[in-house]
């Protein structure tokens, strides 16, 4: 255990105790004062007796931050006994501390040592610590365990580099550990910075427990979906070091499709199912066409896209809004597919949602077809145009004004894509939006939203009109 003077320690715990009073002046003193403090040879090993010591966890909790700043700069300029009696005061209170907040502490704490220690082979005993709670029968001490392997990864994936396939192993286990999300979870968080430093011959292995991720995330969502949104940023981290998920690529679109349609969960990790959707487009689109999975894509995105909003006002075209990246979603798909793939069967499925008594699958019909235009322009010019505006003319009187906007969305959209067809039209298209313009200027009751199209319909036309 760590010894130090008690003077000092007494001197050093009443400062921590102030930095906890609600008082600035206090606080600025006491930050003064410990500062002060740095200059004593021996408040290592004070801060090392407080953490042990304590009774306060919050003085714990201080302790332990405090330490980890001075030994991020120091640890390498003590000697060895100073060393070994920290890090054996350390695994002291990881077996014995109950409390999270001491525990989150100090395990970062000891990913800071163990950056300095682990490639030297000189802390056997913090691994035989994370093996033994690992396996054990209380829930606490196997989430301590992995609370430690997370703080380790966070702070020295690269020096654990060489223990990756037994860690994967640990790991595996650990996301089939039920009885606890806790555990779960940080399993996953340690894979997700595992990601950036598996080696090519190791993917294999890593791969193979997407599966068990997936599993692991569908109960989470379930119990907490903030977890369960910080979980998926697996899957980003799998986008970033282009890890090869093709074996795995219906599973997860089925997945994040089912987590993009549940209206019960929140924007954030609904955003993020779409947002990774797309990113397995980009990457995989032909095992996305082998699986035959782009008819379960394109049903689940379009009826997104005909969600009610819940609210009064505009289409969220332009928000981060499930509904909004859907439109996003079929904009890529119409991207990077063949047109015959996606704008016919697009269009067989939403233009019977042109005569529906739904105002959002009217307006989500009218979307679909606008935000296709760039990808099948060619397609489209060549075969599509009057169809389009027919359908176009029909919304523009619509009753309902999200359908006008989504209209008047779409003739920008047509005036930017579809040229020189679309210019043959004028004849039909100015008239129609100088009377939105007419309405707009003696009406004040017109949404600025609604403005806002007019105008961005109209400028777009004549912009190419002058080409």
């Not at 740095?38 to 306060?56: A, G």
């Not at 940080?186 to 068990?212: D, G």
């Not at 319909?457 to 002058?466: I, N, R, V, Y």
Request: proline share 4%.
């Amino acid at each position: 255990t760590c010894v130090a003077p008690s003077s000092v320690m007494a001197n050093l715990e009443t400062i921590l105790e102030r930095l906890l009073v609600p008082d600035s002046a206090v606080i600025r003193q006491a930050t003064q004062d410990l500062q002060s403090m740095y200059k004593d040879p021996s408040v290592v090993p004070v801060l090392c007796q407080i953490l042990t010591s304590s009774q306060n966890p919050q003085i714990q909790q201080f302790a332990a931050v405090v330490l980890r700043k001075r030994l991020v700069k120091m640890w390498k300029r003590l000697d060895m006994p100073t060393k070994e009696s920290i890090k054996a005061a350390l695994i002291q209170i990881l077996v014995q501390e109950k409390t999270h907040i001491v525990l989150n502490s100090v395990a970062h704490l000891v990913g800071v040592i163990a950056k300095h220690e682990i490639s030297t082979g000189r802390w056997d005993e913090l691994f035989q610590f994370i093996l033994q709670h690992r396996h054990s029968g209380e829930p606490v001490q196997r989430e301590a365990a992995m609370l430690v392997l997370d703080a380790l990864m966070d702070s020295a994936a690269l020096e654990l580099q060489p223990q990756f396939v037994s860690i994967m192993a640990l790991l595996l286990d650990a996301l089939g550990d039920s009885s606890s999300y806790v555990v779960q979870f940080y399993a996953i968080r340690c894979l997700t910075v595992m990601a950036e430093y598996v080696r090519e011959e190791e993917y294999h292995r890593f791969v193979e427990l997407i599966p068990n991720v997936v599993t692991v995330i569908k109960a989470l969502v379930l119990r907490d979906e903030d977890k369960a949104c910080e979980a998926m940023e697996l899957f980003d981290e799998l986008v970033e070091c282009e890890i090869d998920i093709t074996s795995h690529v219906s599973l997860l679109i089925r997945f994040f499709l089912e987590l993009a349609t549940n209206t019960t969960l929140g924007n954030s990790i609904r955003v993020k199912g779409l947002a990774l959707v797309s990113w397995l487009i980009t990457i995989r689109k032909k095992a996305l066409l082998k699986h035959g999975l782009l008819p379960i894509i394109l049903e689940a995105v379009l009826s997104i896209m005909a969600t009610p909003t819940g609210e009064e006002g505009d289409y969220p075209v332009e928000s981060q809004s499930p509904i909004s990246v859907a439109a996003q979603l079929l904009d890529v798909l119409a991207l990077n597919l063949p047109p015959e793939k996606i704008f016919t069967p697009v269009l067989q499925m939403v233009v019977p949602w042109l005569d529906s008594d739904n105002e959002f699958q009217r307006t989500a019909a009218i979307i679909a077809m606008a935000v296709m235009v760039e990808g099948c322009s060619e397609h489209i010019r060549n075969n599509c145009v009057p169809q389009l505006l027919q359908f176009t003319y029909k919304a523009v009187t619509d009753p309902s004004h999200i359908v006008r906007n989504a209209s008047l969305f779409a003739i920008g959209q047509f005036s930017e894509y579809l040229q020189p067809e679309i210019s043959q039209y004028s004849a039909d298209l100015l008239p129609i939006l100088f009377q939105f313009v007419d309405h707009a200027l003696v009406s004040s009751h017109e949404e600025s939203s609604s403005l806002t199209k007019i105008f961005y319909a109209l400028e777009t036309f004549c912009e190419q009109l002058g080409q």
